[in-house]
């Protein structure tokens, strides 16, 4: 059996973002329906009694209903009513005891919480509707062979906007694992299965997988705690042990799904950082910063090969009069549109910098004299004949520039640069407009 993302059940997955908000208290009512909104660009629906929450069901399907368990003109019946037909609910309740509590999770529901003060209750409410639609891209494993128990568990999961997939044992979980492209994110695995327990499955996954990036907990009926301690060590993330209530489970899944979260999205800041500290900010291209990252790597590759690279320094002729004539907005689109003309006529091994101001620099790992003249001589005239437009004010114009080019194997790259540079300027006292390289 093959598997991947797109063989997961997720046909239950959806963006949460039509809300039913059912409160009899109207302070409270219009606060988290204010507080959610805002926080979510939403617009929540409201009612304050039952029969009005009816009729604005009948009228429309909504992705989540959040809903005190107590209302005026309650029938008794209206929550369990809504979980048998598909919805997603989350209660408030006024009831803190053993029973409530347990009537409440033998329900089919999203969460529940104790009613208390308006910013908890907030705080709550925007955190599991930010999980909800956070969890749409989340595929979870179910590794069991129990059909039973791995049913049960995937009720849960579709309840909570997960997708899923089964497996009934660990060869089933590494078989997928191995494929191109990894199809979990999260593994539920029993520890007692045939063949491969949930310890060897932990400890095979492990090989490849830290545990930030697959997390696993273990579900077990084994009443040694040994076992627990060594799934632990060998890198479960957490454990439930059997028999444990629909209310553990899904707290502790929970958990580990914000854990998760927040990994991936600090990740993302991370490479959103290195990705700004490297490139310029009004072009993308890079900066100087990464020019001297780099070409310690290039110089070295060159010495090596004794395979000369070329720096090609350019800059826009006459960019104070386009400037002075058409305003900085034109001049920084002229900067612009030079950048994208020197990303689209670059070779993917090439590295284009904006070296400062209207001054541009493109570094050629390999290099012969004549091709570098060529490309210089071809990026020149793409930028003669187009035209630089500056949309929002309707205006076109031409920009040229002019290129100084040199080549070597030096190690000294600042050598190199002068070169260059000397071209340049031997190019805009040459006219302008054209391209000067070492003889």
Not at 227 to 239: F, M, P, R, T, V
Not at 391 to 408: K, Q
Request: overall charge negative; glycine content about 4%; aromatic content about 8%.
């Amino acid at each position: 059996m093959g598997y991947s993302r797109e063989k997961s059940i997720n046909d239950h997955c959806k963006v949460i973002k039509h809300i039913l908000i059912i409160e009899d208290s109207e302070s409270l009512l219009n606060h988290l329906k204010q507080r959610i909104d805002s926080h979510f660009l939403f617009n929540c629906d409201i009612s304050m009694t039952e029969s009005c929450a009816r009729d604005m069901i009948r009228r429309k399907r909504y992705d989540l209903i959040i809903t005190d368990v107590y209302l005026p003109d309650s029938t008794g019946n209206f929550i369990g009513e809504l979980a048998n037909d598909g919805y997603r609910i989350i209660i408030i309740t006024g009831q803190d005891n053993d029973e409530s509590r347990s009537k409440l999770m033998e329900l089919s529901i999203v969460d529940y919480i104790m009613k208390s003060d308006a910013k908890t209750l907030e705080n709550f409410l925007i955190k599991t509707i930010q999980r909800l639609n956070d969890n749409r891209h989340t595929v979870i494993g179910v590794c069991d062979n129990s059909k039973q128990a791995r049913q049960t568990t995937c009720s849960f999961l579709q309840m909570q906007n997960l997708a899923y997939i089964e497996f009934e044992d660990g060869k089933q979980v590494i078989n997928c694992l191995n494929s191109e492209d990894t199809c979990i994110d999260f593994l539920l695995t029993d520890y007692e299965m045939p063949g491969l327990n949930g310890l060897d499955l932990i400890r095979h996954i492990r090989h490849s997988f830290t545990d930030d990036k697959l997390p696993i907990i273990t579900l077990t009926a084994s009443d040694k705690p040994h076992l627990l301690a060594q799934c632990l060590k060998a890198g479960a993330n957490d454990y439930l042990s059997k028999p444990f209530t629909n209310e553990e489970f899904l707290t502790r899944l929970h958990l580990n799904l914000d854990h998760l979260y927040m990994l991936q999205k600090y990740e993302l800041v991370i490479e959103e950082l290195e990705h700004i500290s490297i490139r310029d900010f009004l072009t993308k291209l890079y900066n100087r910063h990464y020019f001297f990252s780099q070409i310690v790597h290039i110089t070295a590759d060159a010495i090596r090969k004794n395979i000369p690279y070329a720096i090609i320094m350019m800059d826009i002729d006459f960019f104070k009069k386009v400037n002075d004539t058409y305003g900085h907005h034109a001049g920084d689109v002229a900067i612009q549109h030079l950048a994208r003309v020197l990303k689209d006529t670059a070779r993917a091994s090439d590295y284009c910098f904006r070296w400062g101001g209207e001054e541009f620099l493109v570094l050629i790992p390999t290099s012969t004299h004549n091709e570098s003249y060529q490309f210089a001589e071809r990026l020149r005239k793409v930028i003669e004949t187009s035209s630089v437009f500056v949309e929002d004010e309707d205006l076109r114009f031409t920009i040229t520039v002019s290129i100084g080019v040199a080549l070597g194997v030096d190690k000294d790259v600042d050598h190199l640069i002068s070169k260059a540079d000397k071209m340049l300027y031997e190019a805009k006292h040459s006219g302008r407009n054209c391209v000067k390289i070492m003889s």
